[in-house]
């Protein structure tokens, strides 16, 4: 086996960790996430993803490298080439991606290559095992996991002016992005001139997220992605199955409304746990003897604990449209989607982690940029 050749980047030189160690600061985010993840467990199998395998023709970057430019990009919401720009800018980020001080950081269009190494198969499998070694050392590092999960979706606008599209379509064209689909994201009401409340229905265009969240930790432990028009309700099932194949010591599901179909709750049933997913008014008003087990559910404790922690997870989802760009898609069609949602959840992930082992945050805005 030919031994494994990579850009040599000078970290280690006069101009790397000498000069980083007297300006980047000790409880630098950055510096603490470095620590606290061992970067180079990702590298052989990311090296999977290339042809030469890092053995044969020209020497690449260290695909643990590339990934950290992508994370960047993430944490601080910025493109691939402002990411660019932001590594070559920055000395915290230089450090963190391991470049020399005098090193030029991998250009967009490397970054760019990369991501379409990530879904070379049509699939997002890499992504969903990033997702699982992130939770892996979590539970290494001994953060605690409880037993409450909380499940919910979140939406993204696709990246298509909807006015235009429709003008395309007319034309004879075909959309621009022809995986998005509309959605409902919810009810908005308001008064009318006779000062009537009026309910509306609020659409949008593009796609969800289906999310599994540790209550207890916050951490995400499951991800599924779907066109905007998908029922929440289908994709409750696989969650906990895929929560459940991690070994977490889940007792309790909840859930908001959009989920109390029979088989989620007979589901969670047959795994021996709790359901906290919210009923819908028919569950416990009809007027039928059958209601009895739904009003004996809503009593218990589980229920009531479950109830109690379902808003953590729409704080989740306003940080990642707030802070990391989720609520619009960066990308076009499902994978490209699929690209952002696990970024975005691996890029909260990490955020967490590092807060709870060291009560150090990630200061949002991007200093280079502002």
Not at 200 to 217: E, L, P
Request: with cysteine; glycine share 8%; proline share 3%.
């Amino acid at each position: 086996m030919a031994k494994k050749r990579f850009i040599d980047t000078r970290a280690q030189s006069f101009f790397g960790n000498y000069i980083y160690d007297q300006v980047v600061p000790q409880d630098h985010f950055l510096r603490l996430l470095n620590q606290i993840i061992e970067w180079e467990r990702f590298t052989d199998k990311l090296l999977e993803l290339y042809g030469g395998g890092a053995e044969y023709g020209r020497p690449p970057f260290n695909p643990t490298q590339i990934l950290k430019m992508c994370l960047l990009a993430y944490f601080y919401n910025l493109s691939e080439r402002q990411v660019e720009v932001f590594v070559n800018e920055n000395l915290p980020a230089k450090y963190f991606v391991g470049l020399g001080l005098d090193q030029k950081a991998p250009d967009h269009s490397t970054l760019s290559v990369f991501r379409s190494r990530l879904v070379k198969g049509d699939n997002l499998d890499i992504f969903e095992e990033l997702l699982g070694e992130i939770i892996g050392i979590a539970k290494q590092s001994g953060v605690k996991f409880g037993s409450i999960q909380v499940i919910d979706s979140v939406h993204s606008e696709a990246n298509v002016n909807t006015s235009k599209d429709q003008g395309r379509k007319e034309g004879g064209q075909g959309p621009r992005d022809p995986d998005a689909k509309w959605g409902v994201k919810g009810k908005q009401t308001f008064k009318n001139k006779q000062g009537k409340d009026v309910h509306q229905i609020k659409y949008f265009y593009g796609y969800k997220a289906h999310v599994s969240m540790n209550a207890d930790n916050n951490l995400i432990t499951s991800l599924e992605v779907t066109s905007g028009e998908a029922y929440d309700g289908h994709h409750f099932c696989s969650l906990v199955d895929h929560d459940l194949s991690q070994k977490l010591p889940i007792a309790t599901y909840a859930a908001d409304r959009g989920y109390d179909d029979g088989n989620n709750h007979f589901h969670l049933q047959d795994h021996k746990l709790n359901s906290a997913i919210c009923l819908k008014d028919n569950r416990t008003k009809k007027k039928d003897a059958n209601k009895q087990v739904w009003l004996e559910m809503v009593q218990t404790a589980a229920y009531k604990a479950g109830r109690k922690e379902r808003y953590k997870i729409e704080r989740k989802f306003g940080e990642a449209k707030k802070d990391h760009g989720l609520g619009r898609c960066r990308y076009l069609g499902i994978l490209g989607f699929g690209i952002q949602a696990y970024f975005t959840a691996i890029t909260l992930n990490l955020k967490r982690l590092v807060k709870l082992q060291t009560g150090v945050g990630l200061k949002t805005r991007c200093p280079a940029l502002i």
